[in-house]
């Protein structure tokens, strides 16, 4: 299955709170798991990337955990604030022939409540 | 260094025309990927082109084409265009030849009438 199930579909966090998205994949074969920042009207914006061989990246208030076992990975904002309210996407990398694109989750739609 | 620029940002088309988008990719990047992004069934993977070849597709019908040039930039063609290819439609690249570190452009919102 090449299937990326995200969650919540949407979130509300006070400024200054952490905002957790969680993601769960099927396919072992993943082996790249991007984080996608999306504003209206803007394409997606690359903010974090993990591989399976690591537990935990972080970069300034983002962070990944990467449960390889629960197959499952997670994005967490750290001081969230206002200009953070966005749709974030998860999304996996397929490391076998065929439709080698990006699959991604529904998409997570966070508000930032000052 | 400048991103990735898809032409037009928005189309209009009537059902049953055919329409072309263009996407140049960052300056150094050799791979393009092309992707569909809809409110119910969201981002979607079309195809990706590396060296002017295209080496994976997704599941869209036959409709969907593109190709890429020996200067990277590359265009996608939707051909006997359905109301449902209404869409915004995304180009990434990347540096690598697969799609890891891909950086998106800000789309072509394409309405079929």
């Known amino acids: 299955q090449q299937q990326v199930k995200q969650s919540p579909q949407s979130l509300i966090v006070q400024k200054g709170g952490i905002s957790i998205i969680n993601c769960a994949y099927e396919?072992?074969?993943?082996?790249?798991f991007p984080w996608y920042q999306q504003f209206p009207g803007k394409g997606p914006a690359l903010l974090i990337a993990i591989r399976p061989d690591v537990s935990e990246k972080k970069e300034g208030r983002f962070t990944i955990s990467f449960n390889k076992s629960a197959k499952q990975f997670s994005l967490h904002i750290m001081d969230s604030q206002p200009g953070d309210s966005a749709t974030y996407f998860c999304a996996a990398l397929y490391s076998g022939g065929g439709a080698d694109g990006l699959t991604f989750g529904k998409g997570t739609h966070l508000i930032i409540q000052p | 260094k400048a991103g990735v620029t898809q032409t037009p940002r928005y189309l209009i088309k009537t059902r049953g025309q055919q329409v072309t988008l263009s996407c140049s990719p960052i300056?150094?990047?050799?791979?393009v990927s092309w992707y569909q992004q809809t409110p119910g069934q969201g981002l979607q993977f079309l195809f990706e082109?590396?060296?002017?070849?295209?080496?994976n597709k997704g599941n869209f019908p036959g409709r969907f084409s593109g190709r890429q040039f020996s200067n990277s930039r590359s265009e996608m063609n939707v051909s006997t265009l359905e109301l449902g290819d209404s869409a915004l439609y995304l180009c990434?690249?990347?540096?690598?030849?697969?799609?890891?570190?891909?950086?998106f452009g800000q789309g072509t919102r394409l309405t079929v009438v």
């Open positions: 082109y590396f060296s002017e070849t295209q080496r």
């Open positions: 300056s150094g990047h050799r791979s």
């Open positions: 396919n072992t074969a993943f082996d790249y």
């Open positions: 990434a690249s990347s540096p690598y030849s697969r799609n890891t570190e891909a950086f």
